[in-house]
């Protein structure tokens, strides 16, 4: 193991590249959700989460995913629930990876490739707070978001675009049952190309991961015969409250206009869905 000091610091400048360059946490400081000392949390966290590393074993991506949502759940009062978890725990065993194999040039290349990544978001403001009574009486208000949802609604599709919902849905089963030990990877590249084809749309806010591995986690419990669990993990999906609101596409641009601004995101809560013009 590469265990120099400097090598060890590459590392942690990789954790904070991870951080610092993760829109959730941005929000959360943007917006004062870690109090008047949030920068100093998010500086903080670099800390802690690469000594997580170095003080444990062999750890699981699950692990790494629990660990940083208490993390912003006790310092910033936030629970991540838009789908970025995953991929950030991923990219943190990547970095933590190259750095134990000793390949400290490839650790750098990911840094960079990390650290020169462009945001296509915009700044996300919190919205007020209520009162304790209009708490009570709108607790858990419902928004419309889904996955393919966004798409649909905007007329991405044209006129067939519920019916192409309808139908991805027969052909990602199919894909499953077709082939064998798929990877996250495979599965998100497979969903990015059919929302490209079918809905002239990239999908750009961070949420194939999660999508990917959701998919990934009810065909395990299909294939191991867990009904009942597969049916509590539906339940659960159709049951989770969603606290975005609904985007609206933007009004249509000259051509003229358009060449000047090819690809305006449009602000979704914490995901940005760009449509290829």
Same mark, same amino acid.
């Not at 990911?110 to 700044?123: C, D, E, G, M, V």
């Not at 849905?169 to 030990?181: E, I, K, L, S, T």
């Given at each position: 193991? *590469? *265990?120099?000091?400097?090598?060890?610091?590459? /590392?942690?400048?990789?954790?904070?590249?991870?951080? @610092?360059?993760?829109?959730?946490? +941005?929000?959360?400081?943007?917006?004062?959700? &870690?109090?008047?000392?949030?920068?100093?949390?998010?500086?903080?966290?670099?800390?802690?989460?690469?000594?997580? /590393? @170095?003080?444990?074993?062999?750890?699981?991506?699950?692990?790494?995913?629990?660990?940083?949502?208490?993390?912003?759940?006790?310092? /910033?009062?936030?629970?991540?629930?838009?789908?970025?978890?995953?991929?950030?725990?991923?990219?943190?065993?990547?970095?933590?990876?190259?750095?134990?194999?000793?390949?400290?040039?490839?650790?750098? #290349? $990911?840094?960079?490739?990390?650290?020169?990544?462009?945001?296509?978001?915009?700044?996300?403001?919190?919205?007020?707070?209520?009162?304790?009574?209009?708490?009570?009486?709108?607790? $858990?208000?419902?928004?419309?978001?889904?996955?393919?949802?966004?798409?649909?609604?905007? &007329? /991405?599709?044209?006129?067939? &675009?519920?019916?192409?919902?309808?139908?991805?849905?027969?052909?990602?089963?199919?894909?499953? #049952?077709?082939? *064998?030990?798929?990877?996250?990877?495979?599965?998100?590249?497979?969903?990015?190309?059919?929302?490209?084809?079918?809905?002239?749309?990239?999908?750009?806010?961070?949420?194939?991961? +999660?999508?990917?591995?959701?998919?990934?986690?009810?065909?395990?419990?299909?294939?191991?015969?867990?009904?009942?669990?597969?049916? @509590?993990?539906?339940?659960?999906?159709?049951?989770?409250?969603?606290?975005?609101?609904?985007?609206?596409?933007?009004?249509?641009?000259?051509?003229?206009?358009?060449?000047?601004?090819?690809?305006?995101?449009?602000?979704?809560?914490?995901?940005?869905?760009?449509?290829?013009?």
């Amino acid at each position: 193991m *590469a *265990a120099s000091a400097a090598s060890r610091e590459l /590392f942690t400048e990789g954790v904070r590249a991870v951080l @610092h360059t993760w829109p959730v946490l +941005q929000i959360s400081v943007d917006n004062g959700f &870690g109090g008047v000392y949030g920068q100093q949390k998010a500086d903080w966290m670099v800390d802690v989460v690469q000594q997580y /590393f @170095h003080d444990n074993a062999d750890l699981q991506q699950c692990e790494v995913e629990d660990f940083i949502a208490e993390l912003m759940d006790q310092e /910033f009062d936030t629970v991540v629930d838009d789908g970025s978890l995953p991929q950030v725990s991923f990219s943190l065993l990547q970095l933590f990876s190259q750095w134990k194999q000793g390949a400290l040039q490839q650790l750098q #290349h $990911t840094i960079n490739t990390l650290t020169q990544k462009k945001s296509q978001r915009s700044k996300v403001t919190a919205p007020p707070k209520e009162s304790d009574e209009e708490s009570d009486e709108d607790e $858990t208000q419902d928004e419309e978001d889904g996955w393919t949802v966004i798409s649909v609604d905007n &007329g /991405f599709g044209g006129v067939y &675009g519920q019916q192409k919902a309808d139908w991805m849905v027969d052909v990602v089963q199919q894909y499953f #049952h077709d082939n *064998a030990d798929l990877q996250q990877c495979e599965v998100e590249d497979f969903i990015a190309e059919l929302m490209d084809q079918e809905f002239d749309t990239v999908v750009d806010d961070g949420s194939l991961p +999660q999508v990917s591995f959701s998919l990934l986690q009810l065909f395990s419990q299909w294939k191991q015969g867990a009904l009942q669990q597969l049916q @509590h993990t539906i339940n659960t999906l159709t049951q989770k409250k969603s606290q975005r609101s609904k985007v609206t596409a933007p009004p249509k641009e000259s051509d003229e206009e358009s060449d000047e601004d090819e690809t305006q995101d449009e602000e979704d809560g914490w995901t940005v869905v760009r449509k290829k013009k």
